[in-house]
């Protein structure tokens, strides 16, 4: 079957269609990781493109995101069996604090569709948390969103617990939200910045050398 009727359906943002369709490939006997690659992540590609080039809004990315979930549900599994690694494991979350998700969610999004597995921490969470999991899961970057000026100086706290915790070569921090910036990330140590979801793919694959 033509893969790129999947990509199209996720950029409509039809969810149902496109689970239907991944469930069609894979009955098929279409690789996985083919309709992963050439279906969903194609997909949201374009849809990051478009989002980058203001030709889509916050509420298109959200549904193509949902149709994306939709498919991955499907492929999920199927890929934990095979013991397919992604490219990289984010650990994402916004800070102690801050409660705001929006944007933090829209990232998890774009970078899961890229290939990425994202172990999101959720809100509110505390540089303790981040460092526990990036352990544990050994990831490659640590993930950070802020939305108040009042909680963005938690992202130093996560730098320097990164650096006492024996993880600076192993785990990036990057750093995102709208009060942030370049400079912020050079003053604090972080390793990059992005600001919006699709600058946060391509600063991703460039900080892990991936893709
Ligand atoms: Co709040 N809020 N809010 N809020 N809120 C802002 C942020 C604010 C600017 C509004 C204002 O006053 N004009 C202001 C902050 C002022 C400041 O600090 N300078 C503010 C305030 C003050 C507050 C409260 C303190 C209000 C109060 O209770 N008095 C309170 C704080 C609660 C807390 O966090 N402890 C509060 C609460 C809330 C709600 C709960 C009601 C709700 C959040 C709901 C939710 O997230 N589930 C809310 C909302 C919705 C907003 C606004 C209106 C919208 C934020 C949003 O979702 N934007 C916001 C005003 C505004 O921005 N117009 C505001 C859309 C989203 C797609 O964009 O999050 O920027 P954004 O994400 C972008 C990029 O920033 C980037 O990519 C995303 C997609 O392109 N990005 C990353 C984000 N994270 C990234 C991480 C990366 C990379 C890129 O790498 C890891």
């Keep these: 079957m033509d893969l790129k009727e999947i990509a199209d359906n996720l950029i409509k943002g039809k969810a149902p269609e496109v689970k239907e369709l991944v469930q069609k490939a894979i009955d098929e006997g279409e690789d996985v990781e083919k309709v992963l690659n050439e279906g969903l992540v194609a997909g949201m590609s ?3 493109a478009k989002f980058k080039a203001n030709e889509f809004y916050v509420p298109e990315v959200l549904i193509a995101a949902r149709a994306m979930k939709a498919g991955m549900g499907i492929l999920r599994p199927i890929l934990a069996e095979k013991n397919i690694k992604g490219i990289g494991t984010i650990v994402l979350g916004t800070v102690r604090g801050d409660l705001h ?37 050994k990831a490659d ?3 950070l969103s802020a939305l108040l000026t009042t909680t963005m100086p938690s992202m130093k706290d996560v ?32 390793d990059g910045y992005a600001p919006d979801a699709a600058s946060a ?5 460039q900080l892990l050398g991936a893709g």
Excluded at 108 to 128: R, T
Excluded at 201 to 205: F, G, I, T
């Design 46 to 48: 374009v849809v990051g």
């Design 141 to 143: 970057l640590v993930g």
């Design 101 to 137: 998700d929006i944007g933090k969610n829209l990232v998890a999004m774009m970078l899961e569709g890229a290939g990425f597995e994202i172990i999101d921490l959720g809100v509110d969470v505390s540089p303790e948390k981040f460092i526990e999991t990036a352990k544990e899961k």
């Design 159 to 190: 730098v320097k617990a990164v650096g006492d915790s024996g993880l600076k070569d192993k785990v990036k921090v990057m750093i995102g939200g709208a009060p942030l910036t370049q400079s912020y990330a050079d003053e604090i140590g972080a």
């Design 201 to 205: 793919v391509d600063e991703v694959k």
